[in-house]
């Protein structure tokens, strides 16, 4: 049986120990025991924990910001429909993930400032999402196909926002309403606001 890398054992390990006890609990010498390796080897990899999250974020959970920064670079694309039911759709997916390897954060007051200064100076944060979908929808309305009255920042906060609000509010529900359903009727009422 082979063996598979360091590197990609320490991010299986990352996820599912951030998923199952939290990022708050999920310590670095966690991490490296699960992954088979020492907590030197984890760090040889990953400067900080912090950027262990980005990387679990990045590589194991659906990719939202490839996505954004590709249809930014190509404005007119497919059909601004097309593409916000699968921003909307990527985006549920993600924060339908990534909400319960964050919360834990939200406990621990001294951790979350920590943990949101050093994501700051990765450059990462909750905060890129919205601004790469507003860098989009800006790329849309240079090319025509959004209205010049529109707020790209407003929709995109309100797109993400409501992709977030999906993960957290029907955690305690019976039924989270299907990606499938949920994401069309998302773009459709966003695209009813922003276009002539």
Do not use: W
């Not at 949101?116 to 601004?131: C, F, K, L, N």
């Amino acid at each position: 049986m082979e063996t598979k890398p360091a590197r990609v054992r320490i991010l299986d390990a990352a996820h599912e120990l951030m998923l199952t006890v939290g990022l708050a609990r999920a310590t670095t010498k966690e991490i490296a025991r699960a992954a088979g390796c020492s907590e030197a080897a984890l760090y040889k990899y990953f400067p900080s924990k912090e950027e262990l999250f980005v990387r679990v974020l990045t590589e194991r959970l659906p990719a939202l910001t490839p996505l954004l920064g590709s249809l930014a670079a190509e404005p007119g694309r497919g059909t601004l429909e097309e593409n916000l039911t699968e921003i909307a759709r990527q985006a549920a997916l993600f924060y339908e993930q990534s909400f319960p390897i964050a919360a834990s954060l939200y406990a621990e007051t001294q951790l979350k400032r920590r943990h949101d200064e050093a994501m700051r100076g990765m450059g990462a944060g909750a905060h890129v999402p919205i601004q790469a979908l507003e860098t989009y929808l800006r790329a849309e309305q240079d090319a025509g196909r959004v209205s010049p009255a529109a707020d790209p920042f407003a929709a995109a906060s309100l797109l993400m926002g409501a992709c977030a609000q999906r993960a957290f509010a029907y955690d305690a529900a019976t039924e989270r309403p299907p990606v499938d359903d949920f994401a069309p009727r998302l773009a459709r009422t966003i695209l009813a606001g922003i276009t002539r």
